[in-house]
């Protein structure tokens, strides 16, 4: 494994990162000292770095973001389904335990089969990211309150984050050019 590479990835992730957070402080307001002043959208951070993770973890590139932006596209989507289902399964006397093991089990798997299976060649073929916004969805959408729109925020917020992680191995590849040998210069040249 070609540890320079490796090495300069590393940096172009943690230098790119913190010019993401420093916009995003300045852009939601970032005041520690009268949290009050802050954008309750600041918090939410963690979803642009969930799609950076993915994207870092996936290697992923100019050429899959359109196949990660599709597929983390229709996440929410796959939460509105769950929701439903629950509410009819719910209505019809099952348990609130017992219709949410029902709705997770089906949806996750029709989920899966659907990006992994049939799916697999189209652009909606990226399921860790189709994962991450359906679980962005869990994490931020409060069923009693129709009007609160964070699980939408963080679902666009992790697709500039999928978008803006696609930029680090090209960086990284370009690093490469100027400071290492021609067989050091490529991700595969890491593995």
Request: charged letters at 10%.
């Amino acid at each position: 494994m070609n540890k320079k590479f490796l090495f300069v990835l590393a940096t172009v992730v943690t230098v790119f990162i913190s010019i993401f957070c420093i916009i995003w402080a300045a852009v939601f307001g970032f005041d520690p000292a009268n949290p009050q002043n802050m954008s309750p959208l600041f918090s939410l951070l963690w979803c642009a770095f969930a799609g950076l993770g993915l994207v870092v973890a996936q290697q992923g590139s100019f050429k899959t973001l359109p196949n990660m932006l599709c597929s983390a596209a229709v996440g929410p989507l796959y939460g509105m389904l769950f929701f439903g289902l629950l509410d009819i399964l719910m209505s019809n006397g099952v348990s609130a335990l017992v219709a949410f093991g029902i709705c997770a089990l089906a949806v996750t798997y029709l989920l899966a089969l659907l990006h992994v299976v049939v799916l697999e060649k189209t652009y909606f073929n990226a399921v860790a990211m189709t994962l991450g916004t359906y679980g962005i969805w869990f994490a931020l959408k409060d069923p009693g309150d129709p009007t609160n729109y964070n699980w939408l925020y963080g679902a666009v917020f992790f697709l500039i984050g999928t978008a803006y992680g696609t930029i680090f191995v090209p960086i990284t590849v370009f690093v490469m050019s100027k400071i290492a040998k021609p067989d050091e210069m490529s991700i595969e040249a890491a593995e």
